[in-house]
């Protein structure tokens, strides 16, 4: 089996390869979260885990672990809150103590190096506090153990935001459920994507302020905070080419 993805291999061949640290783990991690209504709930777990194949595969000495699928609580100025069905989040400890624990287990397993890819903006510093204590306990017991943590859209460089988006950027808090994602996930999943079903609304404005509990009327009734309308799967996999390229250069 030559799969990059360690839970399509089996457990001797897994052993060969991550003995004495010779792979990079590479972790994707996501939100199940709704994304408008014409996209699926799940394009914040499979962007990372489809970008963290193809730097894979790209680099010969990279594993990719199963996502972990359920992230930090929507917000409403970056993914719309949690006032939508389907939106299944956990909280920021839950979060931290997984991400920990599933470093720490493959590190039982010998792995020294892990990046992890991250695909949903709100998980962002609790797996900065997971990273930060899993180094600190191999550090204690004698382990050097490095994570790299990274969000695939910090590699986006402005002139591809140039070319996906030539009448203007609106910024990227608003793009949730917008052009961004429904791009990629229409060159990688077109199949969950309905685009007759897309809504085209200008981008959402929010004060300079949050409130708990939160106010569902500062949110637009689909769901996405600008509008995914002008999303092609052209745009897809400019983006998608540039990330996988950097990712894969700066970490092989």
């Known amino acids: 089996m030559n799969s990059v993805k360690i839970a399509e291999m089996d457990w001797v061949s897994y052993r060969d390869r991550v003995k004495h640290g010779r792979c990079k783990i590479v972790m ?11 996209m699926s709930l799940n394009p914040d777990v499979l962007i990372p885990e489809h970008i963290a194949c193809r730097v894979a595969e790209r680099s010969g000495n990279m594993l ?63 797996l900065v506090e997971a990273a930060d204590r899993a180094v600190k306990h191999a550090r204690l017991a004698g382990i050097e153990l490095k994570v790299v943590l990274l969000s695939y859209w910090d590699f986006i460089s402005e002139a591809t935001v140039g070319k996906v988006f030539p009448e203007g950027f609106s910024g990227w808090a608003v793009e949730h459920g917008g052009v961004l994602e429904t791009s990629i996930m229409l060159k990688i999943h077109p199949e969950l994507v309905d685009m007759s079903r897309a809504v085209d609304i200008p981008p959402a404005e929010f004060p300079p302020y949050d409130v ?14 600008s509008s995914p309308s002008k999303a092609t799967a052209e745009k897809g996999e400019w983006i998608l080419d540039e990330c996988i390229e950097k990712i894969a250069k700066t970490f092989s």
């Open 212 to 225: 708990f509990p939160p106010d569902p009327s500062w949110v637009p009734e689909s769901g996405t905070l």
């Open 64 to 126: 990719v672990a199963p996502p972990i699928a359920y992230g930090y609580k929507s917000q409403v100025k970056s993914g719309g809150g949690n006032f939508f069905p389907g939106t299944t989040c956990v909280s920021g400890r839950s979060l931290e103590e997984y991400a920990y624990d599933v470093i720490l287990a493959f590190m039982e397993h010998g792995n020294r190096e892990f990046i992890v890819i991250n695909g949903h903006y709100e998980n962002s510093m609790f």
């Open 28 to 38: 994707p991690v996501g939100a199940i979260e709704q994304h408008g209504p014409h």
